[in-house]
């Protein structure tokens, strides 16, 4: 039983590795977005501040769990990130962090604009100009807010999820990588 366990772990992580390959490869990928983990609720509460993550909608455990997870199967992947962007938003800068696959900075061109808490037209603004400037040879990582990813590729994703995006050519295509780690 325990050798079985082990083969099914190793092709699970081989399937993800091929995943994550396949779906920057197949659209040209030069960045991964990707949703935060989970963070139960939807939007966040009326006493909101962008400065204090008690007001915030948060990751709760199993999202933190959820963002460690992938980020081992990231590393196994051994996928080369050049850059790993992040909401101001604590639920996107903690699953950028738990991941633990590399320095993380805060982009406020990926902050929602869900309930106005920020200027859709602005948060887009400065997202698209840093897409068309980004050299398309770097993988860049964003974690962000189905709001943003959605206004940008048209694709809707669950938390934890990801889109691998062309920034030039506009193609993408999603993926999950829940079943490499259930």
């Known amino acids: 039983y325990a050798t079985f366990l082990t083969v099914m772990l190793l ?14 490869r197949t659209v040209g990928a030069d960045i991964l977005f990707m949703r935060h983990a989970l963070a139960p609720g939807i939007g966040d509460p009326k006493n909101f501040l962008l400065s204090d993550c008690d007001t915030q909608r948060n990751l709760n455990d199993e999202g933190k769990k959820h963002a460690i997870k992938i980020g081992i199967v990231l590393a196994k992947a051994k996928i080369k990130i050049d850059k790993i962007l992040s909401s101001q938003w604590c639920r996107c800068y903690d699953t950028a962090l738990l991941m633990e696959i590399g320095d993380v900075e805060i982009f406020p061109g990926l902050n929602s604009f869900y309930q106005r808490h920020t200027e859709k037209e602005e948060i887009l603004r400065k997202l698209r100009t840093y897409l068309k400037e980004k050299p398309s040879e770097s993988l860049n990582l964003m974690v ?20 691998a995006y062309n920034s030039k050519t506009g193609k993408s295509r999603s993926f999950s990588l829940a079943s490499e780690y259930m």
Do not use: C, D, R, W
């Open 144 to 163: 962000t807010h189905q709001v943003v990813i959605s206004a940008i590729t048209g694709i809707y994703v669950k938390s934890g999820e990801f889109v």
């Open 11 to 24: 092709s699970q992580n081989a399937m993800g590795e091929n995943l994550i390959e396949q779906a920057i």
